[in-house]
């Protein structure tokens, strides 16, 4: 997209917002799904 190249800088500004939101929610989900996996990592360790 070529919002802020043809001037549309309202659009441009909300793609800008749409994306930073999208990247955060990825990522929490990532750091969730991580935090998950080293509690089982840690688990199997204690227990043997």
Same mark, same amino acid.
């Given at each position: 997209m070529r919002l802020m190249e043809n001037g549309d800088w309202a /659009? /441009?500004?909300?793609?800008? /917002?749409?994306?930073e939101e999208k990247q955060r929610a990825d990522t929490k989900k990532y750091q969730v799904m991580r935090l998950e996996t080293d509690i089982q990592l840690q688990i199997t360790i204690v227990t043997g």
């Open positions: /659009a /441009a500004n909300d793609e800008k /917002a749409r994306l």
